[in-house]
């Protein structure tokens, strides 16, 4: 499992995690602070996901 996080300072505001298995990305969980929702977090944390595995197949 891979876990990429958000964070603004010091502070953790969003999570996605990932499983990789023969060119197959699953998107496990995609989780954002409910105080920081609608501000792009969870738009950042995809995008910077699609940057990386960009060649293999994204799965929800």
Do not use: N, W
């Not at 990789?20 to 954002?32: E, F, K």
């Amino acid at each position: 499992m891979r876990v990429f996080g958000a964070c603004t300072e010091a502070d953790l505001r969003g999570v996605i995690e990932l499983e990789h298995h023969s060119g197959v990305v699953l998107i496990a969980s995609l989780v954002v602070d409910p105080d920081y929702c609608r501000q792009g977090l969870a738009r950042l944390l995809f995008r910077h996901v699609i940057s990386i595995y960009a060649k293999d197949f994204l799965q929800v």
